[in-house]
């Protein structure tokens, strides 16, 4: 049994499939009078953010209170972070309370990965986005979005996403959501565009499973399904492009542009939004915006993953490399 979840790249097609069906059983919960699920009595969950979040802490918490798990939220404003404690030191104090997985988010890419190998801590640990490298469980949810608007939940179960054509637009040279949906959409074998300017573009993007484009009404109509991205201003040091305006009207989604989408297509979007930006008041209340289903789904996801690295019988994610017989607690 795997004890982590740090890229969605960990992520075999069967893992992923395990994860959505998982995420159906547990998305069935919310429709009951009583909202909770005893697998997680006795653990104790700690949510460790370096950096702000509304809905990914929430969410994380919502689905560890429905698994009945014991919940500790930690944020760097207010706690000794602020006065310079390092990250192992604040992992030896989780260790020294006996927390049995820690969810973490973090501005530096690797952080996650970095307390899950060291053997500061013996947790499970989870990542909830560090800097621009990945968020596993929003490309999870994604997935699950996706799989019941074009497949359906029951006929659903069991299936990937083989053949469908996801279009990823904005800002992708600063978005973890980004690179952790092209790993999980290509393993589960859907067909990723990214559309962006040339500045918000990675380098090394030719090496990333999926095709670029310039230009976003080119792939409007052969688009199952759109996710808008927002600007991550917070993460520009330069100029990326001329205006907000000229943004919108080059890399915007509309009304004009949603209907050369086909009809059965989704508009998506990991939120926060920036209306009149990247996704218009009309497109973002229209029927086909996913926006609060990817909130709802978010929970059933994360519930899902918490139920298989901490009490479900069968592995969720695959291990990077064997672990010595004496590190069997420590996945790499």
Known sequence: MMRHLISAADLTRDDAVLILDTAEEMARVADRPIKKLPTLRGRTVVNLFFEDSTRTRISFEAAEKRLSADVINFTAKGSSVSKGESLKDTAQTLEAMGVDAVVIRHGAS?????????????????????????????????????????????AGLGQDLAGRRVTIVGDILHSRVARS?????????????????????????????????????????????????????????????????????????????MAKMPADAIVMHPGPMVRGMEITAEVADSPRCTVVEQVTNGVSVRMAVLYLLLGGNEPAVTQNRPAPASEENHAS
């Open 110 to 154: 690797g952080a996650p990965f970095r307390l899950a190998t060291s053997g500061w801590i013996d947790a499970a640990v989870i990542n909830a986005g560090d800097g621009t490298h990945q968020h596993p469980t929003q490309a999870l949810l994604d997935a699950f979005t996706l799989r019941r608007r074009l497949v359906g939940p029951d």
């Open 181 to 257: 949906n092209v790993d999980l959409l290509h393993t589960l074998g859907a067909h990723v565009t990214l559309v962006a300017p040339p500045t918000l573009v990675p380098v090394g993007v030719e090496n990333w499973p999926c095709e670029v484009s310039y230009s976003l009404d080119n792939v409007l109509g052969r688009s199952d399904a759109v996710m808008m991205l927002r600007v991550q201003r917070e993460r520009m040091n330069a100029a990326y492009f001329p205006t907000e305006r000229e943004y919108a009207r080059r890399y915007g989604l509309d009304a004009e542009r």
